[in-house]
């Protein structure tokens, strides 16, 4: 026989073989010796397990897998995208939906992430792609099966089944590409798992002091304006939350902060955007009042639970001395009703990464939280309450405050949810091969079980950013599964109780809290503000200090976690800001330079200055060296934008020139503007000159009158001389 001969008669059977769905050879070539492979299977197939096997030249992106809820009876639709990889035209090509051996345990079904089952157990019928693909191409294909064509019946066992996609070449059955998943598989009539799913709607502060009332807030940037504009992350996160239909309760987590910010920034006087020492007009009103009012119409459909303003680390604060910065204001909460219609619950609290120290505990508690969400490693116990079973969600967490409970999340469904919501999330195939995985994994935990009704916590990061497609998924399709039920935190936290052990604060919890040095400077921006209240009255210090609560507050946000550099950042500004408005109030220096005392009891003119648009009361603060005091002048109040002279009384004891420090402080001593130094020359005798000069004359005038009187005392001793010259003295 002919080399061509023998080469069209191999390709006839391999085309013969796979509308059979029997095994084909690889090549044309003579099979080598060995088993052959299990139907359905390849080489490449076998080889999935090893990391380093080629990329396969058909990339394949799952975009539709219908039903979510698999019966007997159902069709199985898949909708994919395959796209030519290599340089190559692949040729006529052909598709099958193949399925593996159940996976009974959760264990295997996590094995089966690194290491890949085989899908040999099961094919569908073969699919042509007549056409294939040239280099590059991309097509969609859509494939539908039953599930009787994978040989699943009502009476196959319940759990999860590798499935896979695969794409061969119709002339010789080579596979270039797969597309794997898994497919749940369960009983109608079972109890189900209850789903408790964190919709966090949260954002990182972005002003700093605000402004009053009918002024345009300012604000450090405008990423909260593209952060609600379409394509955003909180327009993705609001509206998978709108496609939410049926019984599926989510629970939205929302921020006053930033419910209050998006509302500032929907003013009629608008919003400014600080660039450099300028700022601009603001861009996101539309965007921001749309957001605002779709969550205002969802927001009656589902739990809304709000954190304290800021989203504060509230364990960080507590480690400072600075726990009222984390606690609820009724305010805010008030604000947040009027702005979307609905007053939150604070009967849910989600601490960051979900832990907290027992002192924490008790303050949450305190303020009426009856649902903590916790991490899985938050507790010392795993509550498992026997071997091979997963167990419920919420734990007893006693407090001093009170009983509570805990919404525990389970460690591989939290790892699978968040790697599903990165954008490189990890799944080969897309997002809707992420949720799937998701999905299978929530199967198993209720095939292990299928008559206890256990729950299930779903807590997303906090400032999650999802490819769309994903968010949509997970928020919806919890609806249309009959082995799951959709319940906000509230409904859990009514469920039996496993009790999962002691409230523990690793170690590493402690290193991801914002840093002590922030809160300390926090402290500090805090006692500067407490200090400057004292110069104002009540009214002026509501007006100038007022925003400075809520910027304080924001300061401690736990979006500074994650964004250290924009916290230190934050707080640095705000240090600054009030350096600012303490600095404009100070001491003029005089405008020669120096100061002139004529006497020993002459008056020392001070100018104080105003800067501000409202009264200040100060206090004189001046150091003298030795020989210079000065009387205390009280307290002095300086008009807005104003200045006022005081007349300080000096004492000299000297001649010369003293310099001498001057600063204006707040009446409880905080140093206002900046300290200077004066320069006082005095021309006049103090009384400790005038007392040596005194004692000097006294001593001098002693002296004279000694010698006067030595004088007048030897004169009545000696005997006279006679009158006459010397000459005539000496002839006598």
Do not use: C
């Not at 061509?4 to 390709?11: D, L």
């Not at 996160?237 to 929907?266: C, F, H, N, Q, Y």
């Not at 539309?286 to 927001?299: E, H, N, Y």
């Not at 905080?670 to 320069?679: K, R």
């Amino acid at each position: 026989m002919s080399e061509r001969v023998r080469r069209i008669g191999a390709v006839l059977g391999a085309a013969v073989a796979l509308v059979a769905g029997l095994p084909v050879a690889a090549t044309a070539a003579p099979a080598p010796s060995g088993p052959a492979p299990a139907p359905g299977s390849s080489a490449r197939a076998s080889s999935a397990r090893a990391s380093s096997a080629p990329a396969e030249p058909v990339a394949m992106t799952l975009q539709t897998l219908e039903p979510h809820d698999v019966r007997p009876d159902s069709t199985i639709t898949i909708s994919a995208l395959l796209r030519n990889t290599s340089a190559n035209s692949t040729g006529p090509l052909i598709l099958r939906l193949r399925r593996g051996t159940v996976i009974s345990t959760r264990g295997e079904l996590q094995a089966a992430d690194s290491d890949q089952p085989t899908t040999g157990s099961a094919a569908a019928p073969p699919q042509a792609l007549h056409s294939g693909l040239t280099p590059g191409q991309t097509t969609r294909v859509t494939y539908q099966a039953k599930v009787s064509d994978l040989a699943l019946s009502s009476f196959s066992g319940i759990g999860v089944y590798p499935l896979a996609l695969t794409v061969q070449r119709a002339d010789d059955g080579t596979e270039v590409g797969r597309l794997a998943t898994d497919l749940p598989y369960l009983q109608q009539g079972i109890s189900g798992t209850k789903v408790t799913l964190l919709w966090p709607l949260l954002d990182r502060p972005h002003r700093l002091t605000g402004a009053p009332a009918g002024s345009p807030e300012v604000f450090a940037d405008d990423l909260l304006a593209r952060s609600v504009a379409p394509g955003g992350r909180l327009n993705t996160l609001l509206a998978a939350a709108e496609a939410v239909t049926g019984k599926v309760k989510l629970t939205l987590v929302v921020d006053p902060e930033t419910i209050e910010a998006l509302s500032r920034m929907t003013d009629p006087a608008g919003y400014r955007v600080g660039t450099g020492s300028r700022t601009v007009a603001g861009t996101g009103a539309v965007a921001a009042a749309d957001w605002l009012g779709r969550l205002r119409a969802i927001v009656p459909k589902h739990l809304l639970v709000a954190t304290p303003y800021a989203d504060p680390d509230i364990v960080a604060l507590e480690r400072g001395g600075n726990a009222a910065l984390a606690r609820f204001q009724q305010p805010d909460l008030d604000a947040t009703a009027r702005v979307l219609g609905e007053m939150p619950s604070t009967k849910v609290s989600w601490p960051p990464d979900g832990q907290l120290t027992d002192s924490a505990l008790d303050d949450v508690v305190a303020q009426g939280a009856n649902a903590v969400v916790l991490s899985p490693n938050a507790l010392s116990g795993t509550g498992a309450v026997e071997s091979g079973r997963t167990p419920s969600g919420v734990s007893p967490l006693p407090a001093l405050s009170g009983p509570a409970v805990a919404l525990v999340s389970d460690p591989v469904v939290q790892n699978i949810l968040q790697r599903g919501g990165l954008r490189t999330h990890g799944f080969a195939g897309g997002p809707r091969i992420a949720e799937q995985r998701l999905l299978s994994e929530l199967a198993m935990i209720t095939a292990e079980a299928p008559n206890d009704t256990r729950t299930i916590v779903l807590a997303p990061p906090r400032r999650w950013d999802p490819p769309a497609a994903y968010a949509r998924a997970l928020a919806t399709d919890l609806g249309s599964i009959s082995w799951l039920t959709a319940v906000d935190a509230l409904q859990a936290s009514g469920s039996p109780q496993v009790d999962r052990g002691a409230l523990v604060y690793p170690g590493a919890a402690r290193a991801r809290e914002v840093p002590p040095s922030l809160i300390s400077d926090i402290g500090l921006v805090q006692s500067q503000v407490a200090d400057f209240r004292s110069a104002l009255s009540n009214e002026d210090a509501g007006t100038e200090l007022q925003p400075y609560g809520d910027a304080v507050r924001r300061a401690g946000s736990s979006a500074w976690r994650s964004q250290l550099p924009a916290g230190q950042a934050y707080v640095a500004r705000l240090l600054r800001q009030i350096g600012t408005l303490r600095g404009a109030v100070t001491l003029s220096s005089p405008a020669t330079g120096d100061y002139t005392l004529a006497s020993s009891d002459s008056p020392l003119l001070l100018t104080l200055e105003n800067k501000l648009t409202v009264p200040v009361s100060v206090r004189l603060r001046l150091t003298t060296p030795a020989g210079f005091t000065t009387r205390d002048v009280g307290l002095q109040q300086i008009p807005p934008k104003g200045k006022r002279t005081v007349k300080v009384l000096a004492s000299v004891q000297r001649t010369g020139t003293f310099a001498v420090k001057g600063q204006v402080t707040t009446p409880t001593g905080g140093a206002l503007g900046n300290e200077i130094t004066l320069s006082v020359r005095s021309t006049a005798y103090g009384g400790l000159a005038l007392g040596i000069t005194g004692l000097a004359f006294a001593v001098l005038v002693l002296a004279v009158l000694y010698r006067l009187y030595r004088r007048w005392k030897a004169r009545g001793t000696e005997p006279p001389v006679a009158a006459g010259s010397p000459a005539d003295r000496s002839l006598t």
